[in-house]
């Protein structure tokens, strides 16, 4: 059993380390303690928050890691779940509709991302919004 500090772990889920160490307070993680009274985190515990704070979805973080390009977590905290609604590429650029609830919401994106992420309608896909700028992004399957 692969063991991390608090510090580690905060950072790997994008959390400050008071933050962490409030939610092992709390009974939110659980952690082994050393002899020495630190706290310690299980790989599976981080993979468990990850995947329970929409950071993965994907039954194997191990796999997600491997594989290069998935998105496994990120540092824009808004984000947007959505559907894949429409997909319009022409040229260099694509414009993506996601429904989002009853929302909807457009972004134009290159072809080439439209490519690499695989975007199709009605896959699930992630807005992530950082200031003026509106980025479309997959989970790993």
Do not use: C
Request: charged share 25%; proline share 2%.
């Amino acid at each position: 059993m692969a063991l991390t500090t608090v510090r580690v772990a905060a950072e790997r889920l994008g959390v400050s380390y008071s933050t962490f160490k409030q939610w092992i307070y709390r009974g939110t993680v659980r952690s082994v303690r050393t002899s020495g009274g630190h706290h310690r985190i299980a790989e599976a515990e981080i993979e468990r928050l990850l995947a329970v704070h929409g950071h993965v979805t994907s039954p194997s973080m191990t796999a997600a890691r491997a594989t290069p390009g998935v998105v496994v977590a990120i540092s824009g905290r808004n984000q947007l779940r959505g559907i894949v609604e429409e997909v319009r590429v022409e040229g260099l650029l694509a414009q993506i509709r996601l429904r989002i609830g009853d929302q909807r919401l457009t972004a134009v994106i290159t072809r080439d991302a439209v490519d690499e992420l695989k975007l199709k309608r009605g896959q699930p896909a992630l807005a992530i919004i950082k200031s003026t700028e509106v980025m479309i992004a997959r989970e790993a399957d």
